[in-house]
């Protein structure tokens, strides 16, 4: 159920689906904003099921999706409640603010803010910060400020900026929960919601899902060996010389 109002307008809209199938549309009276409500996730999705883990750790899974849902709008607040209980309320606040009580206090204190536009995409975001005696190293060798960003500072995040990029990219290709939900067009639905729905209602086609499983992890291991070496000085950097 999706319910949502512009503070333009005067009354919002209601939008029951079911199965994927949109079952009302309808105009109601409430305050401007969007209410998503989910339940019966894994309902007809038998191949899902069975790969189910406890009701713990599919909570933390929801809950790591809302994270990078809210830190990617934070001007939007958010809210998360599960079975009744309110878990999260996050006003709308400026990025930092939001990183602080997403992450932490302490990255959101020392991390370095990124910020570019162009005409099709902006970026928004917090980098950790690199150690001052390394900038300041550079300077003392004759580095002017364009040098020590373009030949200290940039290197030095490049690793993590592959990492990171790998990584949204892998949890993009293989999202699961929202594609399902939002997605009721099977044209963009990602591979693992159509892989999801390979079984009949008396059916179990192991060949083809197992084939389309595989199709689907080409890509992602052929990036995988492409930038491996970035990632592991991604994942592996941070300590600093003496």
């Known amino acids: 159920?999706?319910?949502?109002?512009?503070?333009?307008?005067?009354?919002?809209?209601?939008?029951?689906i079911a199965g994927g199938t949109l079952r009302d549309v309808k105009e109601i009276a409430r305050q401007?904003?969007?209410l998503i409500e989910v339940r019966d996730l894994f309902f007809n999705t038998p191949a899902r099921r069975k790969f189910l883990k406890s009701e713990a750790t599919e909570l933390a899974r929801c809950e790591e999706a809302f994270s990078r849902i809210a830190l990617s709008r934070p001007s939007v607040a958010?809210?998360?409640?599960?079975?009744?209980?309110?878990?999260?309320?996050?006003?709308?606040?400026?990025?930092?603010?939001?990183?602080?009580?997403?992450?932490?206090?302490?990255?959101?204190?020392?991390?370095?803010?990124?910020?570019?536009?162009?005409?099709r995409i902006a970026l928004r975001g917090f980098v950790a910060a690199v150690p001052k005696d390394i900038e300041e190293a550079a300077y003392v060798d004759g580095a002017t400020p364009l040098q020590v960003c373009w030949k200290v500072?940039?290197?030095?995040?490049?690793?993590?900026?592959?990492?990171?990029?790998?990584?949204?990219?892998?949890?993009?290709?293989?999202?699961?929960f929202f594609a399902l939900i939002?997605?009721?067009?099977?044209?963009?639905?990602?591979?693992?919601?159509?892989?999801?729905?390979?079984?009949?209602?008396?059916?179990?086609?192991?060949?083809?899902?197992?084939?389309?499983?595989?199709?689907?992890?080409?890509?992602?291991?052929l990036l995988t060996l492409i930038f491996q070496r970035g990632i592991v000085r991604g994942l592996s950097a941070g300590a600093v010389k003496g």
């Open 182 to 221: 939002i997605m009721t067009d099977p044209t963009v639905q990602t591979l693992p919601v159509g892989i999801a729905l390979f079984p009949g209602e008396y059916t179990m086609p192991w060949g083809e899902i197992a084939a389309a499983s595989t199709m689907a992890t080409i890509p992602l291991i």
């Open 32 to 34: 401007a904003g969007t």
């Open 1 to 16: 159920m999706l319910e949502a109002r512009e503070r333009s307008e005067g009354t919002g809209s209601r939008l029951e």
């Open 78 to 119: 958010f809210s998360l409640s599960h079975n009744g209980r309110r878990g999260a309320q996050l006003p709308p606040q400026d990025e930092r603010s939001r990183a602080a009580r997403i992450v932490g206090e302490d990255f959101a204190a020392s991390a370095i803010e990124v910020r570019a536009d162009s005409a």
């Open 153 to 176: 500072l940039l290197p030095l995040i490049a690793p993590g900026l592959v990492t990171t990029g790998l990584l949204a990219f892998i949890s993009a290709w293989n999202e699961f």
